[in-house]
């Protein structure tokens, strides 16, 4: 019985390390792509007053398929307001780029989602789309900027969306089981093991942390868990080498 539940804890281990390892894969297409929009149109974010939090695009497309990103504005205000949005996107070069504007009439407290499509032939580097949205001030509205990145990937099947959920039900599934199987049999294990799984654990929450900031476009706080996360690898891989 005792084997059989060190087996079980070694098949948790493994689980919650290919979880933090899809996890990992998912938060840095998330984030390798909001880096690359960092900078597109800087002038724009510049000038505007505040962060504009509406814009949303997809993590991932393939060449395969066309994609529509998303902005959503807001009138908090008890006054009718007119709202403009002007969108930049790429168009297979980062100095080649169209433009779109929009203007939506918004009663007090009205939002309005606006959806604009993006193509493969728009990706510039070859991987890339660059999104960068401003908003105009609008009576006591400050102006607003946000920006994405949707990175596209040469893939001979599946869609940009279909890939990003396996990858993020795969991750959260394979921790779940994997932790709820180390904790069960966790009496069974060996101390290596133990050891082995208190590193995965905080691979996993790394992985996690990244993860949520990618999802939510907090692409700094994304990157500095990407990099504790390499960090980690880096010492536990050292580890192992020293004590073979």
Known sequence: MTKRSARWFNLGLLLLLLGAFLGTVYAGIAVWGDWEAFSFRMEDA???????????????MTTRETERFHAILKNPTDKQLTRSIRVFVTEGDAYNVRTLTEKVRLDPGESQRLSWEIRPEDRVYDMFVLVRAFVFRSGPLPSQDASCGVMVLALPFGRGNVIVLALVIGSLAAMAVGGWLMRRNRLAASERAHRLGQKATAMAAFALAAMAAGALGWFLLGSVALILLLLLVVVIVMQAVAEA
């Open 46 to 60: 510049i000038r505007s007053d505040k962060t504009f939090r509406g814009l949303r695009c997809p993590v991932l």
